[in-house]
C-alpha cells in the first residue's frame, strides 16, 4: 500500500430526499382533522475542503466510495423528516478537482477552501403542504428526489514557492535536508526519492517553501521514469531550481548537458499547461557536490558557460553547507519578487449568480411517428416527485405539467391524440400516451382520496 497519493478517482454520491407524508389529523370527535403530513428531509451534500493538515490523497485511495446521509420521511402531527447529514471530505492545499472527461471544476487553495461537489436531494411535500382551496385533503405526498452522483478525479499539486528539479541523484533531497527541517529519504542509488518534498527554508526575515521533485530523466514528459507523475507538482511554483551534479560517476553526462536535457523536458511538458509555461519561469542553477575535488574543478569549469546564458549560478555542496546562505536569500529574493507581482488579497467572497429569467423551462422535440420528447428541469424534476401507483399523485403532475404549457406546445407541435410523449431523454425517459380531451385541473378530476375521476374514467 503506498503512503502517498496524488491522483485518485472518488465516487460521490448525495442524500436522497425524504419522502413526504399523506395523513389525516385525526383524534377524539375530531374524525377528519385536515391533512397533517409533514415533508420530508433533504439530502445531505458532499464537500471538499481544504485542510492543512492532511497531505495526501491516500485515504480517498483506499476508501474510494463516499456517500452522505438521506433526509428522513415526513410524519403525521406535520411533523417534518430531518435533513440529512453533509460530509466534509478534508483534501490537501493545492488539490484539483476534475469530471471524468478531464474538465476542471475546481482548483482549491487556501485552508479553508470549500466546493460542494454533490447536493442532495430535496424533501419530497407532504399532503399538508400540497392543500389547496380545491384540493383540501390531498390523498398524496410528493416522493424525495434522489440525490446527485458523479465521478470525480482529484489531483494534487503541490503549493511550493522553489521547485528543485534535476537528475536521479543530483542531491536535491540532500540540499531539501539540509536547508529546512524536512527529513527526505536519502541513498545512494537512482530514484530514491518516489514522492514530492516539501520543506520551510529561512532566509532572514524571509520564509517560503521548497519542493524537492523526484529525479527527471530524458523523456519525462512522455512517461519515461518517474518524471510525467510528478510534474505537475512544479505548476504551481514560482522559481525553478536546476540541481546540477558535478561529481557524478555515469559517463556521458555533465552538468550542461543535464541542464539541456532537463529544459526540453520542462518544454515538452508546456503545452498543455498554456499561461503557466514552465519555460517562462524564473530560474536559477544550483552546482551540487563541490565538496568532491573533481565536482569543485567541474563546477569552476561549466560555471562561465551559464552566466553566459544569463542564470544566476550557485556552487554548493549539501553534505558541507557551503553556499547554502547564498543559495537561500537569492531563492528568497526570487520569491518575494514574484509575490510582488500578485494582486493584494481580497476576503473571500461567496459569488451568488441567480439563474437567468425568462428562458425556456421546457422544450418539445418531435422524433417521428407521432412520437414527442418533453425536455427540462421542471418536468424532470416533478416525475422523480411523483408516486405513480397513486391516481391521485399521478392527475396532480397532469395539472402541474398542464399549468406550464405543455399540452399547449404539443398541440403547436403537431401532436395527434394518442401520441408517444417522453418526457426526460432518449435513454431515460417516463413515456405517456397524449389525450387532449382530458381536462386539466384539479376540480374536473377529484375523487375518493387517494383517485383521480379523469384516470379511472377514461
Known amino acids: ?64 466510495h463516499r456517500r452522505a446521509g438521506n433526509g428522513k420521511p ?18 490537501p492545499n493545492g488539490t484539483v478537482v476534475k469530471s471524468a472527461n478531464g474538465t476542471v471544476l475546481a482548483d482549491l487553495v487556501g485552508a479553508g477552501t470549500r466546493f460542494v461537489v454533490v447536493e442532495g436531494g430535496r424533501g419530497g411535500l407532504g399532503n399538508a403542504a400540497l392543500a389547496s382551496a380545491k384540493r383540501k385533503a390531498p390523498g398524496f405526498a410528493l416522493l424525495g428526489e434522489p440525490g446527485t452522483e458523479h465521478d470525480l478525479v482529484l489531483e494534487l499539486k503541490t503549493v511550493a514557492d522553489v521547485a528543485l528539479v534535476g537528475f536521479p541523484s543530483a542531491g536535491k533531497s540532500s540540499l531539501i535536508a539540509s536547508m529546512s527541517a524536512a527529513k527526505p529519504k536519502i541513498a545512494d542509488y537512482p530514484f530514491t526519492t518516489l514522492v514530492p518534498n ?58 550542461v548537458s543535464d541542464f539541456e536535457v532537463i529544459e526540453r523536458e520542462l518544454q515538452a511538458y508546456d503545452e498543455a499547461l498554456g499561461d503557466r509555461a514552465l519555460s517562462d519561469r524564473p530560474r536559477l542553477v544550483v552546482l551540487n557536490k563541490i565538496d568532491v575535488p573533481d565536482g569543485r574543478e567541474l563546477a569552476e569549469l561549466v560555471r562561465p558557460e551559464f552566466e553566459a546564458r544569463g542564470m544566476r549560478v550557485f556552487e ?23 509575490r510582488a507581482t500578485l494582486p493584494p488579497e481580497e476576503p473571500t467572497r461567496i459569488v451568488i449568480r441567480p439563474a437567468a429569467v ?23 424534476r416533478w416525475l ?36 408517444t410523449v417522453m418526457i426526460g431523454t432518449e435513454q431515460e425517459s417516463v413515456v405517456f400516451d397524449w389525450e387532449p380531451e382530458v381536462a386539466a385541473g384539479a376540480e374536473h378530476g377529484l375523487g375518493p382520496r387517494g383517485t383521480d375521476r379523469r384516470l379511472s374514467d377514461w
Request: charged share 25%; proline share 5%.
Open 384 to 419: 422523480r416527485q411523483t408516486d405513480f401507483t397513486n391516481e391521485e399523485a399521478v392527475g396532480y403532475l397532469a395539472d402541474r405539467l398542464a399549468r406550464l404549457g405543455i399540452e399547449e406546445r404539443l398541440s403547436k407541435a403537431g401532436a395527434e391524440p394518442g401520441a
Open 316 to 338: 554548493v555542496s549539501a553534505a558541507s553547507h557551503e553556499g547554502l546562505r547564498e543559495l537561500a536569500f537569492a531563492m528568497a529574493e526570487m520569491v518575494e519578487a514574484y
Open 1 to 64: 500500500m503506498p503512503d502517498f497519493v496524488d491522483r485518485v478517482v472518488l465516487h460521490v454520491a448525495a442524500g436522497n430526499g425524504g419522502h413526504g407524508c399523506a395523513s389525516v389529523h385525526r383524534e377524539k370527535f375530531k374524525p377528519l382533522g385536515g391533512p397533517d403530513g409533514g415533508n420530508g428531509g433533504h439530502g445531505g451534500d458532499v464537500i471538499l475542503e481544504v485542510d492543512p493538515n492532511t497531505a495526501s490523497l491516500l485515504d480517498y485511495h483506499r476508501r474510494p
Open 74 to 91: 415526513g410524519q403525521g402531527s406535520n411533523r417534518n423528516g430531518a435533513d440529512g447529514g453533509d460530509i466534509v471530505l478534508s483534501v
Open 358 to 380: 425568462g428562458g425556456a423551462e421546457f422544450e418539445v422535440k418531435s422524433l417521428g411517428e407521432n412520437t414527442y420528447l418533453v425536455t427540462g428541469v421542471k418536468p424532470t
Open 198 to 255: 516539501l520543506g520551510v527554508v529561512s532566509a532572514g526575515d524571509h520564509v517560503f517553501t521548497v519542493a524537492d521533485v523526484p529525479g527527471l530523466i530524458e523523456g519525462a514528459s512522455e512517461g519515461r521514469g518517474l518524471g510525467l507523475e510528478f510534474l505537475r507538482h512544479i505548476e504551481r511554483s514560482s522559481t525553478l531550481a536546476h540541481v546540477l551534479d558535478c561529481a557524478t560517476p555515469e559517463p556521458g553526462r555533465d552538468p
